[in-house]
């Protein structure tokens, strides 16, 4: 393997950690919104690691890299389908000092730039709702617990494989831990 694919393998492995300590097994229980349907179009809730995964797999982007992001209340991510494909994939959070739900991100499969069409959809999906009701009290950076129990999961073929845990990776993840990478 060449250098720079191992670094990028390194990398994303990192992220894959990373989303797996901040969310834990748990669904997010608040996504802010309810799924629904608008000029054709679905909104699903990306509300789990799965969930999560599959849509950066399928949609090729960086999904997989917010899991800090949703577990301090600041993002909340969708897929949009039509006809049960993908099609976009959208992130509500707050913009600037605006404290109401706003779309901070729409893209199309490969962080194409998505149509005036959908942003259209999107919109109106998004004000379907009573966005003054949502709770939006974004956490400080730091202070949400990582999860201990997909962090043991993650690295116990590593310590079985090794027949040791090695002194530099720790037992409990840390915040410092995850910004190593």
Not at 9 to 23: Q, S
Not at 120 to 127: D, E, S, T
């Amino acid at each position: 393997m060449r250098f720079d694919a191992a670094r990028s393998a390194a990398e994303d492995w990192g992220t894959v950690v990373a989303l797996h300590v901040n969310l834990g097994h748990l669904p997010i229980a608040d996504m802010w919104l309810r799924p629904g349907r608008v000029a054709g179009y679905e909104f699903v809730p990306l509300d789990s690691i799965a969930a999560i995964t599959e849509e950066a797999k399928a949609m090729r982007n960086c999904l997989s890299s917010y899991g800090g992001e949703l577990a301090h209340n600041r993002s909340r991510l969708w897929s949009i389908r039509r006809d049960g494909e993908r099609v976009a994939t959208l992130r509500i959070a707050r913009r600037y000092r605006d404290p109401l739900p706003n779309i901070v991100e729409l893209e199309e499969p490969g962080n194409v730039k998505a149509s005036q069409e959908l942003w259209w959809a999107a919109r109106q999906w998004l004000h379907k709702h009573d966005l003054s009701q949502i709770d939006m009290a974004q956490r400080d950076w730091g202070t949400m617990p990582l999860d201990r129990g997909s962090w043991v999961s993650l690295w116990r073929p590593f310590w079985l494989a090794k027949r040791r845990i090695p002194d530099w990776l720790p037992m409990v993840p840390s915040r410092k831990t995850l910004d190593m990478r």
